[in-house]
Structures are given as C-alpha cells and as structure tokens.
Nanobody, 119 residues
Framework: QVQVVESGGDLVQVGGSLRLSCVAS????????MGWYRQAPGKQQELVAT???????TYGDSVKGRFTISRDNAKNTAYLQMDSLRPEDTAVYYC?????????????WGQGTQVTVSS
C-alpha cells in the first residue's frame, strides 16, 4: 500500500505565495507520476499540475505561468510552488500518486490540504 500526505495549505493574501508538499510512503516501487488537483466548493475537480518520472510536466491552463511543480525522486516527494495567488485559487488541493505495476497505473490520493486566498 502507498500512503500520500499533503501539507503546506494555509490562508494567504492575494498576490502571495505558498508551497505545497506531497510525500508518498509505504510500499513504493516505481512512481509513474505525481500530480496536484484541486476542488473548490460547488465546482468540479480540476488539474493543477503533474510531473512524470521522465520529467514531463503538464499544467492546467488556469495556473500556467504562476505555479511550478517539481519532484524529488529520492524522497518520493512532489512540490507545488504557487505564486501570484488569486481568490479563485481557493480550493482543497489533492495530491495523486500513480505507481506503475506491470502494465497498470495504480492511483493513490491524499486527504487534501486547504488553500484559501483572501482579498
């Protein structure tokens, strides 16, 4: 089993910055990708950013140019640096880790961390 734990969520002013961390632990063999998703009240979950084991990065359109995802493979940890925060970034941020097992990708989710941007 793989456990995923996020941290770093907080209350921040508009224009401020936060750094989220996501750590995968347990029986971790090969992590295919690590990613951040978010869900605001009354809205669907949306992609924030993902980083694959190859280093390939994908960002959601709403965060391009403001958020940066990075990964420390040795620590099974992903980071999300969030700059120029806006009220619409307020959401619960979830980390998803996908492990590669044979020909399958198994997803594991964290419990989420709250980010609130106040104006």
């Amino acid at each position: 089993q793989v456990q995923v734990v996020e941290s770093g969520g907080d209350l921040v002013q508009v224009g401020g910055s936060l750094r989220l961390s996501c750590v995968a632990s347990g029986t971790v063999f090969r992590i295919y990708d690590m990613g951040w998703y978010r869900q605001a009240p009354g809205k669907q979950q949306e992609l924030v950013a993902t980083v694959e084991e190859t280093g390939t990065i994908t960002y959601g359109d709403s965060v391009k140019g403001r958020f940066t995802i990075s990964r420390d493979n040795a620590k099974n940890t992903a980071y999300l640096q969030m700059d120029s925060l806006r009220p619409e970034d307020t959401a619960v941020y979830y980390c998803r880790v996908r492990t590669a097992v044979a020909a399958s990708l198994l997803p594991y989710w964290g419990q989420g961390t709250q980010v609130t941007v106040s104006s």
